[in-house]
């Protein structure tokens, strides 16, 4: 599972939330990670400070301040050594608010990295989350050509000379846009939706058959190239008369899907044969797919269509 550390959340947010480490510099390689989470449900990444279910990383605002500060100095110090005994990973103090020096005491001796902002607590912890669910997102890695066609993040796969690069680049020349080519990194970012990046190392680049490795954005310009994109459709091109085409249903009546990271994602198989224009059969089934989430079937009002005539010609 993906997890990083309370020093990787704290050099990624400085700042952005212009955070200062005030204590607990020795729990720098807390981690967090989606594991704890899941293992118990009730412990959440991050949250105002809570003592019966305590967040991963709690964040103090005005009212969670003043009310540590209103609790006698026992009650004080048994509840913090009660929070702090939790799986705790960062505390951080938002709204520009002074740290009590029990709070200082207590995070230097359970080695909990304590932080603070000026930043409003929601604001920070809305940050905290969107960078979380980013950073700690399960992953995998596909092979393929990732593109942006038409608005929509489509995958072109394929068996390896099937011509996914020459495809893509015709595609980029009319207008769309490069994600990724050959590596193409898929980070589920919620339990309904996949992100597709491109690794750093191959960022721009497009190789081609014939020609070798093009720089997309220094041919085509900065729009040619996407960072990211939601993948939405996976094009797979097969051989034309294949036995994988064999069974293929004609009028596409069961969409077919394919699970990645648990999640379906609608798939098209386009039979690759001389003399087929496959960006324009890639553009076509795009706009197919639009309309089709949008309540619009060709192929089922084709259907109803033949059915009315079967019933006017009885």
């Known amino acids: 599972m993906p997890q990083i550390t309370a020093r990787q959340l704290f050099i990624d947010n400085a700042e952005k939330l212009r955070l200062t480490w005030v204590a607990g510099q020795s729990g720098a390689n807390n981690l967090l990670s989606n594991d704890a989470s899941e293992q118990k449900p009730s412990l959440s990444l991050v949250g105002h400070l809570n003592f019966v279910h305590p967040n991963r990383i709690q964040v103090l605002g005005i009212a969670e301040i003043a ?5 006698s100095p026992d009650v004080q110090l048994s509840s913090l050594n009660q929070l702090f005994a939790s799986e705790m990973a960062a505390m951080i103090v938002a709204n520009g608010q002074v740290v009590p020096d029990a709070l200082r005491d207590a995070a230097e001796r359970h080695h909990v990295p304590l932080l603070t902002s000026p930043e409003q607590s929601p604001y920070l912890m809305e940050v905290l989350r969107y960078y979380l669910s980013k950073a700690l997102a399960v992953s995998t890695h596909l092979h393929g050509v990732f593109l942006d066609v038409l608005e929509v993040g489509v995958l072109l796969t394929g068996e390896s000379s099937m011509g996914k690069s020459e495809l893509a680049l015709e ?5 769309h846009g490069l994600v990724a080519d050959d590596v193409v990194e898929v980070y589920r970012t919620n339990p309904e939706t996949l992100e597709g990046r491109c690794p750093p190392m191959l960022r721009d680049f497009l190789e081609v058959r014939g020609i070798g490795v093009l720089n997309i954005r220094t041919i085509f310009g900065e729009t040619a190239v996407r960072p990211k994109k939601t993948l ?3 094009i797979h091109l097969a051989k034309a008369g294949g036995e994988s085409l064999a069974p293929v249903d004609r009028l596409q009546m069961q969409a077919a899907t394919q699970a990645i990271l648990d ?8 039979p690759v044969a001389a003399g087929r224009n496959l960006a324009v059969l890639v553009e076509s089934a795009v706009r197919n797919y639009i309309l089709q989430l949008r309540g619009i079937d060709s192929t089922r009002e084709f259907i109803e269509r033949h059915q009315k005539f079967m019933e006017m010609g009885e």
């Open 67 to 71: 009310y540590v500060n209103g609790l």
């Open 171 to 175: 595609l980029i020349s009319r207008g």
């Open 232 to 234: 939405k459709l996976i």
């Open 263 to 270: 999640v379906p994602i609608r798939k098209l198989v386009i």
